[in-house]
């Protein structure tokens, strides 16, 4: 089974990508594709925490009306200590039911949609500590699971398009400090970066790089 990781910035378009895979690239394979955003299971102790703290607050999404909570993470020694091991042991167990249940199904491509590595860019953002996150253990941990990937691509776009197709995008800056962090990763781990501005192109520059790695896998 080979598995595929797309990652990048909201409204990179990796669900679109991971569509038109399944559809145009991989049409005789057993695709399964996975939204892989963290489930909470542990981190749901950290809600409470959060709350109990008073460091939990809502807050309206002009574009949308709706209001959305915010937890305010980085101002507790704790949280930004630990934040990233809770959000990993609950991603974890998501990782390893997904791969079961991928080889009860006999799946030939695994699709991340998300993986370790945009998890590793929300909570450096919101503890706003990326350079101590980065030598932590836990990084290496994460890092190690994307380099386990056959194959995991970068999906870029300029923060403004992203913000233009994605309503729940509060803020440009967000995103804009978010994918300077995806491009910071993807030079440390040698990860392929795809400019997603036209599904076209983007398919070509897959298939190319899923291409070399079945070449490489063969040889091996």
Known sequence: MRRIGLCGIDGSGKTTVANQLAKKLFTNKRVWIVWFRWRAFFTYILYLYSRIRGLTSVRLNPRTGE?????????DPFLRKFYIWFIFIDMLLHYIVTILVAKVKQIDILIFDRFFIDSFVDVAYE?????????????KIMFSFVNSLNLCIVLDIEPAIAFSRKRDIHDLSEISIKRKLYLLLARYLNL??????NIFITLQGIKQLAGKEEEEHCRV
């Open 192 to 197: 392929p970066v795809i400019y997603n501005y």
């Open 127 to 139: 503890i706003k500590n990326f350079n101590s996150l980065f030598k932590s253990v836990i990084a």
């Open 67 to 75: 209001y959305d909570k915010v937890h305010l993470w980085y101002k």
